[in-house]
């Protein structure tokens, strides 16, 4: 029989919310189209933000959002992007398109507000400059009246944004300069030290973090400069296959289907082990390990610009969400922020456009259904389950505690199955159920095929609790006392 039991711990960690965050770049129909249409577009807005993805985001209650890059954030000049006249920039990573930053710093602000979530900001320090990245902070957080501040006000604002988030650098191992994890450090220090904190709005400065698994990256990050970040960011993208020919998003078979699962999982071991290198250095666990990039990465769908990562997102998505959002969950106490690869059209994306057409996808409704755990205690959950092979889980799973209810997720990835559930006291419950198979997803012209619906295979007996889960199924329980 597989097996869930949840325990308290004394002294449990809490889930930071930050975990649910989110990734928005300047890459293909991420920004512009996805997000931003402009205040003249057709499509309804507030601002020049579409409504329908600003109430999907809301909905969400997405706690942070990351901007303007990944990759573009190492060629982004934010003066480019205030004022009336704005600069256009060909998007070199992205498809060589032409960038008319008609959403910079003050759109993204606006975005954030209108969201109700945190900005994360990452400064450019590739192909930027010490002073340019310290006008930025200055411009967002100062309230003196220095000539950047004024800028400030000409273009609108009075008072300060008070950023708190904020990345140094983005894989300056690669596309981000290309760096020796010995010399990034020392341009981190650099570049740190004037990453200035105004006010009271003590800031969060965010180094750049390992590629997957060199571990030797965070081994000299935080040998030399671990006393100078409060985060160190980890990325990791779940690849089926290998980078020249990725896969498809739709069309596959059950072995992609499991060996994605099993890419996916891959994220417990990259924690435990960037984690044990940290502690060595920070056992009081000052710094914060994020993973600021993270998802599925398919091949583009035909026909659409390669440089524009553009992909379906399946029940397949559904159950990579469902494992590295209960991943995170078990590692809160070192793991405070993640970003899912991103918001938008790209990547892993939890909304897709097409026009004036918007459709939420199934990880859209995993992240919906996972809320209960932000900001509540962590309990440990042990599962007991059968191995679809090379360590593959069948049953994956997640319990935290807020307000006195508990909330289990379950990801089911095998066949329908039962599970006993014990360590809850319960007398009732409400529940949601996302399935399907593995390749199914939602359409323009069929955007509800996937969609949470009421779940009632719980059963509370006098002997404990039994969920019959059906096949490739992700599970929210809340438990009522
Ligand atoms: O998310 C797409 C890209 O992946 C980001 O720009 C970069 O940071 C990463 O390589």
């Known amino acids: 029989m597989n097996k869930i039991s949840v325990t308290r711990r004394t002294n449990a960690p809490t889930i930071s919310r930050m975990i649910y965050g989110h990734f928005s770049e300047h890459l293909g129909r991420c920004i512009y189209e996805g997000i931003f249409v402009g205040k003249d577009s057709p499509i309804p807005n507030t601002n020049g933000i579409r409504n329908d993805v600003l109430e999907a985001l809301k909905k969400l209650e997405i706690p942070v959002l990351r901007w303007p890059g990944g990759c573009f954030a190492d060629e982004y000049h934010w003066r480019d992007g205030v004022g009336e006249k704005r600069r256009r920039m060909v998007n070199t990573n992205w498809g060589g398109v032409v960038e008319d930053n ?17 900005p994360y900001v990452n400064a450019n320090v590739g192909s930027g400059t010490v002073r340019e990245m310290a006008e930025w902070v200055e411009y967002l957080n100062s309230d003196s009246d220095s000539d950047t501040v004024q800028e400030r006000w000409a273009n ?13 650098g983005n894989e300056n191992w690669g596309g981000g300069g290309n760096m020796r994890p010995e010399y990034y450090a020392d341009v981190y220090r650099q570049f740190q030290t004037f990453c200035r904190t105004y006010g009271d709005n003590k800031l969060h400065r965010i180094a750049c973090g390992p590629n997957g698994d ?11 400069a671990g006393g100078f970040m409060d985060a160190l960011t980890l990325h990791y993208y779940t690849v089926p296959f290998c980078w020249e020919d990725k896969g498809s998003a739709t069309d596959f078979d059950n072995d992609a289907y499991l060996q994605t699962l099993r890419k996916a999982s891959f ?6 082990q960037h984690s044990a290198i940290m502690d060595r250095f920070d056992p009081e666990k000052r710094v914060d390990l994020f993973v600021d990039e993270w998802g599925c990465w398919y091949n583009v769908e035909e026909g659409t610009n390669p440089g524009f990562l553009y ?14 959002l209960n991943i995170f969950n078990k590692h809160c106490e070192r793991v405070r922020m993640a970003n899912i690869a991103q918001t938008v059209n790209v990547l892993q994306a939890v909304i897709l456009t097409e026009g004036e057409k918007m459709l939420l996808t199934p990880t859209y409704h995993v992240f919906d259904m996972y809320r209960p755990h932000m900001d509540a205690q962590l309990l440990d959950c042990a599962v007991e389950c059968a ?21 289990v997720t379950i990801a089911n990835i095998d066949k329908a199955q039962s599970v006993e559930l014990t360590g809850i006291a319960a007398s009732g419950y409400t529940a949601t159920v996302l399935s399907g198979e593995p390749q199914a997803h939602n359409t323009f012209d069929a955007p509800e095929t996937v969609k949470p619906i009421e779940f009632t295979g719980v059963v509370i007996g006098k002997d404990g609790i039994t969920v019959d889960m059906p096949a490739h199924s992700v599970i929210a329980i809340t438990f009522t006392k």
């Open 267 to 272: 994220m417990d071991t990259l924690i435990k």
């Open 387 to 407: 191995d679809l092979g090379g360590g593959l889980a069948g049953i994956h799973a997640s319990a935290s505690e807020k307000n006195g209810a508990i909330t």
């Open 102 to 118: 008609s959403f910079g710093t003050h759109e993204f602000m606006e975005l954030c507000r209108l969201i109700g979530c945190e």
């Open 214 to 224: 060199d571990y030797n990256w965070t081994q000299v990050m935080m040998e030399r």
């Open 156 to 168: 609108g604002s009075k008072e300060p944004f008070n950023v708190r988030y904020w990345g140094i």
């Open 311 to 324: 992909q379906q997102n399946t029940i397949r998505d559904a159950m990579v969400a469902a494992i590295t």
